[in-house]
């Protein structure tokens, strides 16, 4: 039989053209078989479905899988390019969260650098990396909006502030895609990024995973959705929908904010892919009769790709016939999916070259870049000028789980890592105090007793605790932010017999280290740092590299403070932090550490604040200016100059404390630079409860300093708009 006419192949025909093109000459089963993702296919399988995703289950981010390769990849794509009547190729998808063989910080040890640059040039790798191996589509960036650090998904987010994750996340979109405004997708070493989990995932009940969510539309607008208008505007290709409900409407049933807002308030024009088995969990959830109800429901409020629950692939086509499903539904799913396979490039080459990866991966560029990320992952809490480490120490005993870990540094949702490519931090440590006259001993604090010997004996102990990846990400929420149980009775035995102790704490979650406030020397928290934590964590307790990272959530004394955030509102009876009043009966209000907190080895002075005029008109831009000085004479400082908000007045209640801007800046010891921010009307903007912008004309005050809540503050008057 000869193969029909392809006009579609024709690269020179716009994308939609070549879209409408192709759908003509599909019958509804091959429509159907686009709409349809499956996990792990075999050649044999090919046929039925238009993506694939490699994983190992519905909780993969803790649990290893085979990987994929690109012959495996290539074999797929043979199948489906040569072996079915309109040769349609595949795109291979795999969860691509924070770096493929060179694993980076987890995103919210990203986050910490407060540096989109940075997360850029990281997601960049990673899809160097990845594409090697055959992927094209990555469920990444995670931009859930997260102040409850119980939820364990915390890790994959860029922590609780919308404007960070709206920066952060289009920044990992551009580099997944490589480039602005939607990227270069046909370029080999291109991938699809995911704007994920749409909506609100991060105000789980209770922090417990897949609970309900309940939010009112400002909160949704201001906070939740910010970071997806953001990578909307940044070109993201596809969006994934959550797994929970709003309201009790499951996301993946939500027609008001899948079609309805993003596809159409937002003009997302890309696929909508819902969460693993999410259409097929509509049934639990209690909304659908059945698999064939929920493929309805799922495809009408739009969900263009089914993940893994054969909704589509088994009732679609019958839905279709029979008048329940129109069809116009499903040829826009399948406009989306093809518009996307095209822009891949994927009809002139669905080629994998089987000689790449081992050239492009895990290079010591890549390595490098890891160790600078892996700095910028180190929040400096306290420290009473033991760090950084003197040269001179004639012993130093480095100890705690997690001395001579390897893949625990790489945290959670890293599934193509290896821990034989990973160092340890007491590696670093020894490679870097290599003197003559200085000795590095190292344990792991299996014996306690023989421990507290070695410290004994050294002049400073670095303990290296805190909680293992298998503790965060999906599935894995916390009732208590402290310490795994053991930690904290192991460093106060430590801080009784060191002369000098350093405590290093990784994590995947800001944790609750109240029993850390007066114990030894220096705390330094690194959320989980990649396959170079070991020597990022030594480059900064050695004072090589500056402490830079600052929390990207605010650090609670105790779990019953949770969910805390730097942009909570006013409420009617303002609390005075240095007032007698509190909240609390029994604790604090204030966190412990708050968010933008972070030391460096140098004092940093902020001078006045300046305005090149007081007020901001309709179509004005405002510069706002301050001198930062490193005070220090002996250290460098990389500071992170924040600057926030506050609405006096609107016409609802705005955050005490909105972050609008950040500036990072290198100072030598005695150096004084002017560090200048601009403002529009936009800047200082909130969303309606529909999402479209509002400014209230009247005062605001703005601050600029270390972290949320410090810094001099100025007057800003925006007026009315014509
Ligand atoms: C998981 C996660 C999602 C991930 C997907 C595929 O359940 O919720 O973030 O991308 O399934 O692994």
């Not at 404007?163 to 270069?184: I, T």
């Not at 990024?193 to 400002?218: F, I, M, N, S, T």
């Not at 005075?576 to 968010?595: C, I, K, L, S």
Request: proline share 7%.
């Amino acid at each position: 039989m000869n193969a029909p006419p392809r006009p579609w192949l024709d690269a020179t025909m716009p994308v939609p053209d070549r879209v409408a093109a192709l759908l003509a000459a599909m019958t509804l089963e091959e429509k159907v078989a686009q709409v349809h993702q499956v996990a792990n296919p075999a050649p044999d399988d090919v046929g039925g479905f238009g993506t694939c995703i490699v994983a190992s289950g519905e909780h993969a981010g803790n649990v290893r899988d085979a990987g994929t390769q690109a012959r495996s990849v290539n074999a797929l794509q043979r199948r489906a390019v040569e072996g079915t009547r309109l040769g349609i190729p595949l795109i291979v998808a795999r969860d691509v969260i924070h770096g493929h063989r060179t694993v980076f910080p987890i995103p919210l040890g990203q986050a910490a650098s407060f540096d989109a640059d940075l997360v850029r040039e990281c997601a960049r790798v990673a899809a160097r990396e990845a594409t090697a191996d055959g992927v094209r589509w990555t469920f990444a960036p995670m931009l859930d909006v997260a102040q409850d650090p119980r939820w364990g998904r915390i890790a994959e987010s860029w922590g609780e502030d919308a404007w960070l994750a709206a920066h952060l996340g289009a920044a990992a979109v551009e580099g997944f895609q490589g480039g602005p405004d939607g990227g270069r997708l046909d370029q080999p070493d291109a991938m699809a990024a995911c704007a994920k989990h749409y909506v609100g995932y991060g105000l789980a009940q209770g922090g417990r995973d897949y609970a309900e969510v309940d939010v009112g539309p400002h909160v949704l607008q201001n906070r939740h959705l910010r970071p997806f208008r953001a990578v909307v505007d940044a070109g993201v290709a596809t969006v994934m929908s959550a797994f929970h409900t709003i309201d009790t409407v499951p996301m993946t049933g939500h027609t008001a904010l899948l079609g309805d807002h993003l596809k159409g308030d937002l003009g997302f024009a890309g696929p909508v892919v819902s969460d693993w088995d999410a259409v097929g969990e509509l049934r639990q959830h209690g909304v659908a009769a059945d698999l064939a109800d929920a493929a309805r429901l799922a495809l009408g409020a739009g969900i263009d790709i089914d993940m893994v629950s054969e909704a589509f692939a088994t009732h679609l086509v019958d839905l279709v016939r029979a008048g329940v499903v129109p069809e116009a539904q499903l040829d826009d799913a399948v406009r989306r999916v093809l518009a996307l396979k095209f822009r891949l490039g994927l009809f002139e080459d669905p080629w994998t070259p089987e000689d790449r990866a081992a050239s492009v991966q895990l290079t010591d560029a890549h390595r490098a870049l890891a160790r600078r990320a892996a700095a910028s992952a180190v929040v400096l809490l306290r420290n009473d000028g033991t760090l950084p480490l003197r040269p001179g120490l004639r012993r130093i005993h480095v100890t705690g789980p997690f001395a001579t870990a390897r893949a625990e540094l790489f945290g959670t949702w890293t599934l193509d890592g290896r821990a034989e490519d990973a160092g340890t931090i007491a590696d670093a440590v020894r490679e870097r105090y290599t003197a003559p006259g200085t000795e590095v001993t190292v344990d792991d604090h299996r014996f306690g007793d023989e421990t507290l010997v070695r410290a004994r004996e050294a002049d400073l102990v670095v303990a290296c605790v805190g909680e293992h990846p298998l503790r965060s990400g999906e599935a894995n929420s916390v009732t208590s932010l402290d310490l795994p149980a053991g930690q904290v009775e192991a460093l106060e035995a430590l801080a009784r017999v060191s002369r000098r102790l350093v405590v290093v704490v990784l994590t995947g979650r800001p944790l609750a280290l109240e029993r850390l406030a007066h114990l030894g020397s220096a705390v330094v928290l690194a959320f989980h740092p990649g396959i170079e934590g070991g020597h990022g964590i030594a480059d900064v307790l050695s004072g090589d590299v500056p402490p830079s990272g600052r929390l990207p959530s605010s650090l609670p004394w105790t779990t019953g403070q949770v969910p805390l955030h730097h942009d909570q509102l006013p409420t009617g009876r303002p609390l005075d932090p240095d007032g007698d009043v509190g909240r609390y009966r029994d604790h604090r209000d204030t966190p412990a550490y708050p968010f933008g907190f972070g030391l460096g080895y140098a004092d940093v002075a902020y001078g006045e604040v300046q305005l090149s005029r007081p007020v901001l008109a309709p179509g004005d831009v405002v510069e706002l200016s301050v001198q930062v000085t490193n005070a220090g004479a002996e250290h460098a400082a990389l500071e992170t100059v924040q600057l926030y908000a506050r609405a006096h007045r609107a016409a609802v209640s705005r955050p005490v404390s909105e972050l609008v801007g950040v500036r990072r800046v290198a100072l030598a010891p005695g150096e004084t630079r002017r560090v200048a921010f601009e403002l529009d009307r936009t800047t200082l903007s909130r969303r309606d409860a529909r999402g479209d912008l509002r400014l209230e004309p009247g005062l605001f005050t703005l601050q600029v300093g270390p972290h949320a809540g410090a810094g001099p503050t100025i007057t800003l008057e925006v007026t009315a708009a014509p």
